[in-house]
């Protein structure tokens, strides 16, 4: 009986696996092969196509958050699987057979998914503001199983500035404890350790290359605890780059262009500015690429918006809506237009003008209120308790697939045969998964 275990890592390149003995060691009776990434590449829309074999036009997945415009409210980082608009691979395995189950351990998008076992984070939000560690478990008191073992999953080491390797290893111990008790036929795991680094010194950077060697330490946790329960030869491995980071050295602001072109406004509260959704145009930024949402989508103001960035230094390209449905992005979630980043620029969400005049939340770790990915949050000051204003500290990013020979995201397989000498991209991967999973011996 098969059992396909796919771990989708972020950051990972094809220049890193000779620094991953583990890795290597269990795949080195397969084949590698590159691995392209479409547009964007970040972390939901990229799981989204992965495991539905769709475009963002099709799963409707188009960002790391949504703009939902008639509540005019933004939601960054909270959002269930019903927003995944197209049958995922656990969906399509019970569709063929009930026989072949699935476990989930924390993709972003997995809470309500049609697997059988699942974990995420998901803290618990109290009234006084604190966080109290949860995760999100099917069934329920599968946490309390984990919890008995493990203790809280680690989230102040999942994002921000004291990430580390120890969110990475409780997810895999957590998974193989999960695989284990239960044998799934298929398990997917995230394994987001890359992703720090490299975004905050940068992706060749001392820092990011010893956060590779310590990957791949866990790795062999993953894999030593995965054949001690199932039969290596029953096992087929699959280890997927979700994106590639790029080095950065510009940033651009394209909130803080719509204000000085009059088109975008703010409120004044008591803890600083904050930003008027019904503005005429605004930008909900997400690393190298942004959705301008355009108010009552008025041609005029799409035709201003388009040429005034077409001018702004580290964009590349001004997508209209034609554009979008070309290379499958186009969807009434997308925004009117979209900003695509040069490969050396990222966008901010900043909209104030003097550092004096932010919200408070600018000044935090605040992933939910902020409508905007914002990776300076890596570099909190522990002794200010503040998060710095200065978004040139970051060093990489990602959205833009690389184009860098040296940068290319890669696959990894422990079977011959199955990557079949070809190139692949991230479109690709759910048929053959579902394929993988259905072979017989």
Known sequence: MRHVVY?????????DLSQMPALSAVTTTGDQQPLRSTFPAVTWPAQATMLTGKTPSEHGVIANGFYWREEQKVEMWT???????????????????????????????????GADWIC??????????????WCYTKPTQLYGELLETLDHFPLKHFWGPLSNIQSTEWIIRSAVQAISKNQ???????????????????????????????????????VDGVHAVLDPADVTWV????????????????????????????????????????????????HQFSHVFIKDAEPTVIQRVKQLFEAVDGIAEVLTAE??????????????????????????????????ACPAFARTVDIHRKPGYDPVELYFDMATRRTPLDATLICGSHGVPSADND????????QPDLLQGRSWCDLDLAEMLIAEVCRED
């Open 407 to 414: 940068q290319q995201s890669v696959i990894v397989s422990n």
């Open 239 to 286: 280890f997927a780059s979700e994106y590639v980071i790029s080095e950065v050295n510009h940033v651009t602001y394209p909130n803080r262009v719509l204000r000085d072109a009059g088109l975008l406004q703010v409120r004044v509260e008591d803890d600083g500015e904050h930003l008027d959704l019904n503005s005429s145009a605004w930008a909900l930024v997400d």
């Open 323 to 356: 554009k979008q449905a070309e290379r499958g992005l186009a969807h009434e979630r997308s925004g009117e237009l979209m900003l695509v980043s040069t490969s050396n620029s990222w966008q901010a969400y900043y909209w104030w003008l003097q550092d004096d």
């Open 120 to 133: 995420m984070p998901a803290p618990v939000h109290n009234p006084d503001g604190s966080e109290s560690l």
């Open 7 to 15: 771990c989708s890592i972020p950051g990972l390149r094809q220049s």
């Open 184 to 222: 799934p036929r298929f398990s997917f795991l995230y394994l987001p350790h890359l992703d720090y680094a490299a975004q905050k010194q940068g992706p060749n950077s001392p820092e990011a290359l010893a956060a590779v060697k310590e990957l791949d330490g866990v790795i062999q946790v993953l």
């Open 79 to 113: 959002a269930w699987n019903d927003k995944i608009q197209a049958p995922q691979i656990w969906d399509r395995l019970h569709a063929i057979s009930p026989d072949l189950t699935s476990a989930v351990w924390f993709p972003m998008l997995s809470k309500g998914c």
